[in-house]
């Protein structure tokens, strides 16, 4: 394929991503469903005018990564803070009842395994996969809502960050299934000093922007190094604790949140990321989305996959929410908002084929899925908004 030929790709992606994105608007559901549902028109499911490229996911990766670092700029500190324990105990809720309920889904399909064979992993696996939660979708709607801020946005973001690391934990202590070499106590090790690092270089980085701030205060160079930092934290992340990039990239617009040109660094990188990178992103999604593998046991599986995950975030994250002493409409805010899977959904899936415990043509089952959640949860977010609002 020619170089250029990519050009032409973004061209298509970015005008009907932007055509969607106004009719679903009109329809009055948040614009990020239009951008999904542009994906799905024209990726290889239906018109095949774009095909997935490893250029279109390096930028969609971009457009991911500025998304985290806006919600993390946009961030109440205090609100973090305050909602902290409540939002790990909804992480950790948010990740075990939908593990339970993939594994006992797969094994009423293909038959109850004993510990220690094959069958047995491959069924903790699936559930594995339920257990990843991708909130940058709940995040954008929020944010279109003007609801991100709230006492259930910074919920559902806290919890989302730990259900994050919570999931990697899990991922490596199922590949031990598979690979003895793998050590789940390194990677609880590499998790606690990602986070030590973060406190011991944010409090330091804090106070240099502090002080540039001060000196250059609304200038170009804040924003700049700003998107420095993020790329920077997405990268050592990933690179040295093997922690998602997207969770660095958080943490750095953590750091950054209580600046007093916080909202301004925000506004420059929504330039960027409505103007390029989200739309590619959100289209992205439904670009990865095929139909030629899938069979009528494969079909029936799929659903009841995409139903065990969809209700079991809303089970486990909703039902700790209430007992944490948020409301009915609040907890089930809080359930829904967990429900969205993307990104984190795919790397555990493509790292399950690595080591032989998911089969290829479960894939269009994650993939499902994702696109399901992705459209879903923005549209029930917006009616449950618009029928209980939000208690302070």
């Given at each position: 394929?020619?170089?250029?030929?990519?050009?032409?790709?973004?061209?298509?992606?970015?005008?009907?991503?932007?055509?969607?994105?106004?009719?679903?608007?009109?329809?009055?559901?948040?614009?990020?469903?239009?951008e999904i549902i542009a994906g799905l028109v024209i990726g290889p499911?239906?018109?095949?005018?774009?095909?997935?490229?490893?250029?279109?996911?390096?930028?969609?990766?971009?457009?991911?990564?500025?998304?985290?670092?806006?919600?993390?700029?946009?961030?109440?500190?205090?609100?973090?803070?305050?909602?902290?324990?409540?939002?790990f105990l909804v992480a950790c809720f948010g990740v075990f009842v939908?593990?339970?309920?993939?594994?006992?889904?797969?094994?009423?399909?293909?038959?109850?395994?004993?510990?220690?064979?094959?069958?047995?992993?491959?069924?903790?696996?699936?559930?594995?996969?339920?257990?990843?939660?991708?909130?940058?979708?709940?995040?954008?709607?929020?944010?279109?809502?003007?609801?991100?801020?709230?006492?259930?946005?910074?919920?559902?973001?806290?919890?989302?960050?730990?259900?994050?690391?919570?999931?990697?934990?899990?991922?490596?202590?199922?590949?031990?299934?598979?690979?003895?070499?793998?050590?789940?106590?390194?990677?609880?090790?590499?998790?606690?000093?990602?986070?030590?690092?973060?406190?011991?270089?944010?409090?330091?980085?804090?106070?240099?922007?502090?002080?540039?701030?001060?000196?250059?205060?609304?200038?170009?160079?804040?924003?700049?190094?700003?998107?420095?930092?993020?790329?920077?934290?997405?990268?050592?992340?990933?690179?040295?604790?093997?922690?998602?990039?997207?969770?660095?990239?958080?943490?750095?617009?953590?750091?950054?949140?209580?600046?007093?040109?916080?909202?301004?660094?925000?506004?420059?990188?929504?330039?960027?990321?409505?103007?390029?990178?989200?739309?590619?992103?959100?289209?992205?999604?439904?670009?990865?989305?095929?139909?030629?593998?899938?069979?009528?046991?494969?079909?029936?599986?799929?659903?009841?996959?995409?139903?065990?995950?969809?209700?079991?975030?809303?089970?486990?994250?909703?039902?700790?929410?209430?007992?944490?002493?948020?409301?009915?409409?609040?907890?089930?805010?809080?359930?829904?908002?967990?429900?969205?899977?993307?990104?984190?959904?795919?790397?555990?899936?493509?790292?399950?084929?690595?080591?032989?415990?998911?089969?290829?043509?479960?894939?269009?089952?994650?993939?499902?899925?994702?696109i399901v959640s992705s459209i879903v949860t923005p549209l029930i977010?917006?009616?449950?908004?618009?029928?209980?609002?939000?208690?302070?």
């Amino acid at each position: 394929m020619e170089s250029y030929s990519v050009f032409k790709d973004l061209a298509i992606i970015i005008v009907f991503a932007k055509v969607f994105g106004i009719l679903a608007r009109k329809c009055k559901a948040p614009q990020v469903v239009g951008e999904i549902i542009a994906g799905l028109v024209i990726g290889p499911c239906l018109l095949g005018l774009v095909q997935q490229s490893d250029f279109i996911s390096q930028l969609a990766e971009l457009g991911v990564l500025l998304l985290m670092f806006s919600a993390g700029l946009e961030t109440n500190m205090k609100e973090l803070l305050k909602t902290g324990p409540i939002a790990f105990l909804v992480a950790c809720f948010g990740v075990f009842v939908p593990l339970g309920l993939g594994a006992l889904l797969y094994m009423c399909f293909y038959g109850f395994a004993s510990y220690g064979t094959d069958q047995f992993y491959e069924a903790i696996f699936i559930g594995s996969i339920l257990s990843a939660t991708s909130v940058s979708i709940t995040v954008q709607a929020l944010r279109e809502m003007g609801k991100l801020q709230g006492k259930v946005g910074t919920t559902i973001l806290s919890a989302a960050i730990i259900d994050d690391v919570i999931g990697i934990v899990l991922l490596t202590v199922v590949i031990g299934f598979k690979n003895p070499a793998s050590n789940p106590l390194r990677v609880v090790g590499s998790t606690a000093l990602f986070f030590l690092f973060a406190i011991v270089v944010g409090f330091m980085v804090f106070h240099l922007f502090k002080l540039l701030d001060r000196r250059y205060p609304h200038t170009r160079r804040i924003p700049i190094l700003g998107l420095a930092l993020c790329l920077a934290m997405a990268y050592v992340a990933e690179k040295y604790f093997g922690i998602a990039d997207i969770t660095g990239a958080y943490v750095a617009g953590l750091i950054l949140c209580s600046i007093n040109d916080s909202e301004y660094i925000a506004q420059k990188m929504d330039i960027n990321s409505y103007m390029l990178f989200g739309p590619i992103f959100f289209a992205s999604i439904g670009l990865k989305t095929t139909v030629d593998s899938m069979s009528m046991n494969i079909l029936l599986f799929s659903i009841c996959f995409v139903i065990v995950g969809l209700l079991g975030k809303v089970i486990g994250c909703g039902i700790i929410a209430r007992i944490c002493g948020f409301n009915n409409g609040d907890s089930l805010k809080i359930g829904v908002g967990m429900m969205t899977r993307g990104e984190v959904a795919l790397i555990v899936a493509q790292k399950g084929l690595s080591v032989g415990l998911l089969t290829p043509v479960f894939f269009t089952s994650v993939i499902l899925l994702i696109i399901v959640s992705s459209i879903v949860t923005p549209l029930i977010l917006k009616i449950l908004y618009a029928r209980t609002p939000e208690t302070v």
